[in-house]
């Protein structure tokens, strides 16, 4: 499945990430993300992975379907948005991680 969300969709998604799932991005890899997102599900999940800093061979099988069905769900919403529409909690953007400070 392949999908072009808009900002607010794509901030949503990330929000649900951080929220249900504790992928709370770093805000330059939140930026990144929605920016050049991936509109592809497998590659959305492997960038999700890899702002976390986890290396793909210790993504689980159980953590990648969590996460790639996360994924698939806003594609899936987005397909069926009407402009306009609220989109996520409310609270767009909030759940971004802050800068981390230098070591």
Known sequence: MFSNLDESQLTALLDELCIRLGFCL??????RILESPPADIGEFAKMVFAAEGIPEAEV????????EA???????AAEDYE????????????HLQPPRAPA
């Open 26 to 31: 770093p805000p330059n890899e939140g930026i």
């Open 70 to 76: 996360t994924i698939a769900r806003h594609f899936e």
């Open 60 to 67: 689980t099988r159980h953590l990648r379907r969590e996460v």
């Open 83 to 94: 402009p306009g529409e609220p989109v996520g909690d409310g609270q767009i953007g909030v």
